[in-house]
Each structure stands twice: as C-alpha cells, then as structure tokens.
C-alpha cells in the first residue's frame, strides 16, 4: 500500500492540513480495522464527500460501502506527510515564541524533534531549556552536521531573518518554519513557510465583518 | 470609492492574506499617487496577473495602463480587512506562547489592541505586562462590557480551549484566534481561525519531500 507521484502532483494546498487531521482522526477513532469516510467526517468536522475526494489523490485504498483499512490509511497519511520518520529540528531564536514553541509537546508527538537552540544573547547561550541547549549562531554549522538537522524554525526579529535564513541554507536546512514578518528569499530546493501572526488576525477580522 | 457586497461573495478563502500582502506593499511602496499590478507583484512575490485578479473582486479601483490611486487602494484594503477601525482583543492565557504575542508589536501595527489578559494562575493576576493587565477569568465580562471586547486570542492547554470559548462567546466575542490544537464548537455568527503549530510543520514537513 503506497501511493505515486503521479497521483501526488495534483494535490491543492489545502488538502494538506485536512490530510494532518484525518491522521489525528485515525488515532483518536476507536476503530480499529475499518474506518468509514463518514466517520472520518465526523471526527474532523469536513464532509465525507471532501474526504473521499483528498484521499482519492493517493491512489486507491479504500473499499467502497466497507471504509478504509485503518492501518493502512496511517501509514500512507505518515508517508504523505513526510512524519513516518524523525525530523531533527534547530529552534533559531530563544525569545518568549521560542521558548513557547520548545515547550509545544505536539511537535514532538508528531516526530519533529527539536534538537538544538541557537541565540546570540550571552544570557542564554550554554543554558539548557526543557532539555534543549542553547548554542551560539556560529556553532550551527558544527550541530546541524552532527546532528543531521535538515528542518528549522525561525523566530527571530524581521531584520535578522534573512541573515539566519542564508545561515541556515548554508548548513544544509531544506526546510523552515518562519515567523518573521518578512518576506525571505530561500534558493530552490529549500522549502519555506511562513506565519505571520499580524495576517492570520487580519483574516479573521475579514471574516468577522463578512458575515 | 468602496466595494459592494455583491463582488464580496465570490471571494476564494486564499485571496484574503495576499490582499494583507498588498496592504503591506503599498505601505512599503514609494509611489505616492499610482501604482502598477507590477510593481505590487514585485513587492509581494506574486504575480502581477494574481494582483489584478485579487483586486478585481472588488471592483473597479485601477486604471487600465495607469495602476491604482495608492489612496484609494490603501483605504479599500483597510476597509475589506476590517481594519479600518481598531479592534479591542482579549489575550486568553498568559504562558510563553501568551506573552510572545502581546509583545508582538505587529498586532497592534494593524490595529489590533491588545487591552486586557486573562489567565486563572494566581501569580499572574494582577500583573502588569507590557502595559497589560492580567485579570482572572471569571473577571472576562465586565472587562468584554466595559471595553467592547469583540475579538480574543486563545492560547490555554488544549482541555481548557473549549469552557474558554464558550466563555468568550457568552460576553459577545465574534472572532477567535485559537492556538489550541483542538477542533472548537462556536455558534453561528462567531468566527473562528486555528492555527494549530504542528500542523503547519506536518505542511512544511509534506513541501519538502515533494519537491
């Protein structure tokens, strides 16, 4: 049971996070050998048509009237989401999103490992954060090859963003969570994705006043 | 120069933060009078044919071959946002991930005050933090009341989110931001945005193994 990459390039965007909380479903769900996209439906709150529909795009797996394999489904929804292994993770920037980020035990349940915090103010550097050190920015080339780290999370200040980022290429990170409210540029081949907490109070403030 | 609701209803969910994006473009922009589809999309990182389409939902505000008057683009963008007027936002929870963003001076930027936190720990109550105060619970009504409260960010444990925003929309609350991995219950007439952290690394995670 795996899925193509045929089937894989004509996924929209926003199948992505739906595919995130049909997985959260198949571990909440007591079912234990088949699922129904109805009760896939009902655990996350999309309609079973929009589930059959995402998870068509990986190829067929599910049998009609019967459900899908539960076991199955996991494991393809692991291996779709790229979480059926370890990602070693460097946290740049110790500040209070930092720190409430190191303290988030969902990353870690979810197989990102946050592995390495990287800071430049001296009080920091050298303590140890819910069992995570600290190191300087210039030992990120020594741990993220010891280390393997090929996934970051940014949240630092806007106008240090892009040094760090250019940093964080240069050591071999193909993928990075920011939260900088600036727009960074990353070479092809390196994956980067963007919070930013200013736009995603505006989009709820759009959908405040449009009823 | 305004927009009509009849252009509003066709609006793809993903229009919303690129229209952010352009705000802030026209912020940064030197050009005082007009402004090209261009030259937004070289600010932004979109292309100048997405630009005039965004824009288009909104009717007719640019020049064919001249651009948009800065002015009145700015001013549709504020008012479509709904940011053309303050928002007095309750901050529910005053861990890490609390206190990072109140000290998020973007929020207040676009016009997002943060005017009270709430939290039931004993040794926050009280406080003083970055000229907010920190106020229990069960003290939410009379402040929502007091200061016309109509949006909160949520930031508590997961088992709390819920008795949280019930709470907020029993003193009028109309917009959530939740933090809280957890699907929540609002009526209608209440809107509410997850950002749920480990979902957007399970996005970033997918983006880097398919290239």
Chains 1, 2 share one sequence.
Do not use: C
């Amino acid at each position: 049971m795996t899925f193509t990459e045929q089937h894989e390039r004509r996924i929209p965007q926003r199948t992505i996070p739906r595919l995130s909380h049909y997985y959260r479903a198949l571990l909440e769900s007591r079912e234990v050998q088949l699922i129904s996209s109805e009760t896939i439906a009902e655990l996350t709150g999309y309609t079973a048509a929009q589930v059959r529909r995402d998870l068509a795009y990986f190829g067929q797996f599910g049998t009609p009237g019967r459900g899908y394999s539960v076991e199955d489904l996991k494991k393809v929804l692991l291996q779709i989401l790229g979480i059926d292994h370890q990602w070693n993770v460097a946290l740049i920037g110790m500040g209070n999103l930092g720190l409430a980020l190191l303290r988030y035990r969902g990353f870690h349940e979810q197989g990102f490992n946050i592995i390495a915090g990287f800071d430049n103010d001296p009080r920091k550097v050298g303590q140890m954060i819910e069992g995570v050190k600290v190191h300087q920015m210039d030992e990120l080339a020594e741990y993220a090859k010891r280390d393997q780290i090929r996934m970051a999370v940014v949240t630092v200040p806007a106008s240090a963003a892009q040094a760090v980022v250019d940093q964080l290429v240069g050591v071999g990170v193909k993928a990075i969570l920011n939260f900088a409210p600036v727009r960074l540029q990353v070479p092809g081949g390196v994956k980067i994705h963007n919070i930013d907490l200013a736009i995603e109070l505006e989009r709820l403030s759009f959908l405040a006043i449009h009823k």
